[in-house]
Nanobody, 123 residues
């Protein structure tokens, strides 16, 4: 499975962005997918995850209520809708795929990673 994240950019606080994670490989539909982010000088952290059929989602406390994860398996794509963005959301955002039935927040569980997309939120 190969993943490519896109949709990042420079926005102002309060704006919205939608990130996309497009995967190659027919088996992608059976993978749970997670989004992680890494801010300058900080460790990578979990943001959100969704199981293979979209029936179960998981969010970090820092984004709960502002971000929404979804997927369209017909397009091999997972989305991260980010609303009410804050300067502290500034980071490189990565998507990752995990052969599991449920969404996880543990980085080491993920098998495949995309290259990352930069999100910058100005105050």
């Amino acid at each position: 499975v190969q993943l490519q994240a896109s949709g990042g950019g420079l926005v102002q606080a309060g704006d919205s962005l939608r990130l996309s994670c497009v995967a190659s490989g027919r088996a992608f539909v059976r993978y749970s997918v997670g989004w992680f982010r890494q801010a300058p000088g900080k460790e990578r952290e979990f943001v959100s995850a969704i199981n293979w059929h979209g029936g179960s989602t998981y969010y970090s406390n820092s984004v709960k209520g502002r971000f929404s994860i979804s997927r369209d398996n017909s397009k091999n794509t997972v989305y991260l809708q980010m609303n009410s963005l804050k300067p502290e959301d500034t980071a490189v955002y990565y998507c990752a795929a995990d052969w599991a039935d449920y969404p996880q927040d543990t980085e080491s569980e993920y098998d495949y990673w995309g290259q990352g997309t930069q999100v910058t939120v100005s105050s």
